[in-house]
């Protein structure tokens, strides 16, 4: 051991059979996954995100330089103001910029230039990759592997809230430089993810989709 590693003690070794009991049940809770689109307004208590937020982390990342900014927007006008922004790129997308190949493959989706999540749910977490760190001398420190790590965090964070009970949506519009102007995060942030949590409606509805075959994606040499 050298002067940088030092022993870990927090690993638990559980017997093959409740790793396998675990690993199982996992699956059967992820399985109830969907996203929705459909939020009720109804507060979250701040605690829970924050310990989700916690949960996302503790993901690996390169040179553990963390490369993320997590921006909990709960404000009423500045989720407007999101949305606002958001359905105004959104309905360029839709109108000019995708070519008919990815509105064709969204189609079954059932989605359209209308958000109206963004201000309807009440909490969004604005996920921002970080290139580089501004250092108290002045200097740029790159950072390494940023959006594979934010990617990870992400998948942290989703499969956190759901397991604390609460819905999700992962929203891109293309592009999120509004998030740095309307937050006022720096030029060396990028907006990567707007996620929503929150609270379905009573009558929310999903679109009918299938995954793809485990065998088909999934090989063992």
């Known amino acids: 051991m050298n002067s940088v590693t030092r022993r870990y003690d927090e690993y638990i070794r559980f017997p093959l059979s409740t790793i396998a009991q675990r690993a199982s049940e996992f699956l059967r809770h992820m399985q109830t996954r969907r996203t929705v689109r459909q939020f009720s307004s109804e507060p979250i208590d701040t605690e829970i995100i924050d310990d989700c937020l916690r949960t996302a982390l503790l ?54 230039a209308s958000k109206p999540f963004l201000e309807t749910a009440p909490v969004l977490i604005c996920i921002f990759a970080e290139a580089w760190k501004q250092l108290d001398d002045g200097t740029q420190q790159k950072n390494y592997y940023v959006s594979e790590s934010v990617g990870i965090a992400s998948g942290f964070l989703i499969a956190a809230l759901h397991h ?58």
């Open 164 to 221: 604390a009970g609460l819905a999700t949506l992962t929203h891109t519009p293309s592009p999120m430089k509004f998030l740095n102007n309307i937050l006022n995060r720096p030029k060396n942030e990028r907006a990567y993810l707007i996620l929503v949590a929150g609270f379905p409606e009573s009558d929310y509805e999903v679109p009918v989709i299938t995954k793809r075959p485990f065998d088909e994606v999934v090989i063992r040499i």
């Open 59 to 112: 993901a690996p990342n390169g040179a553990n330089r963390q490369p993320w900014t997590f921006v909990v927007v709960e404000n009423p006008e500045v989720r407007k103001q999101i949305r606002e922004a958001a359905e105004t790129e959104e309905r360029e997308f839709y109108s000019n910029r995708a070519p008919d190949e990815w509105l064709n493959a969204l189609a079954p989706l059932g989605t359209d």
